[in-house]
């Protein structure tokens, strides 16, 4: 089924959108949940909190692109379960890691940051994203949007971890400095 299809039943109010939801996109939103939250158990809440959001949020939101709207509500739900967890101590390597290495760079500001500053801090990340070749592109996204660990991402790119590392490392370093030129930090 289509996303607009998808998009239709939620504004119908058919509870048949849940279920193709689920089937059209919830193995995706599982795995980036349970790379957040190191567990199966709390992945299956997170796309159940992220079904709820989408089924009170549609209408009147109408998102172009629903599979990044449905993965961007599950990975608000793992966050928040995660850091629900782990409010005394951050252990969990996959996030605690790929969020503090992004932390150092863009400092998290809650809800003092307009929604304008937002927008231009996406375009020019993505603007920076667009510059890269493919492979640091992928490897970028994949450790900071899907939070996949270390050791996933060298199987998955078949380099070293050490490599992985210093390739991360250097691209934050050049997304600094990028966000630096913009004006941004």
């Known amino acids: 089924m289509k996303d607009q299809a998808i998009i239709r039943l939620f504004e119908q109010r058919s509870e048949q959108a849940i279920s193709e939801s689920s089937r059209q996109y919830g193995a995706l939103c599982r795995s980036v949940a349970r790379n957040i939250t190191g567990s199966d158990e709390d992945a299956e809440e997170c796309l159940n909190d992220a079904m709820l959001a989408a089924w009170n949020a549609i209408p009147p939101a109408k998102p172009k692109n629903f599979c990044a709207y449905l993965l961007r509500l599950v990975r608000n739900a793992a966050h928040d379960r995660y850091r629900a967890a782990h409010t005394e101590k951050r252990s969990a390597a996959n996030l605690a890691g790929s969020i503090d290495e992004l932390e150092e760079i863009i400092p998290d500001r809650g809800d003092v940051i307009s929604e304008i500053e937002r927008r231009e801090m996406l375009d020019a990340?993505?603007?920076f994203l667009k510059g890269l070749?493919?492979?640091?592109?992928?490897?970028?996204?994949?450790?900071?949007?899907?939070?996949?660990?270390?050791?996933?991402?060298?199987?998955?790119?078949?380099?070293?971890e050490n490599h992985v590392t210093v390739t991360l490392s250097r691209l934050r370093?050049?997304?600094q400095k990028h966000l630096g030129k913009e004006g941004l930090l």
């Open 133 to 160: 070749p493919q492979k640091q592109r992928d490897l970028f996204v994949r450790r900071y949007w899907y939070a996949d660990s270390i050791a996933a991402l060298s199987d998955r790119f078949h380099m070293t």
């Open 125 to 127: 990340v993505n603007a």
């Open 173 to 175: 370093k050049r997304l």
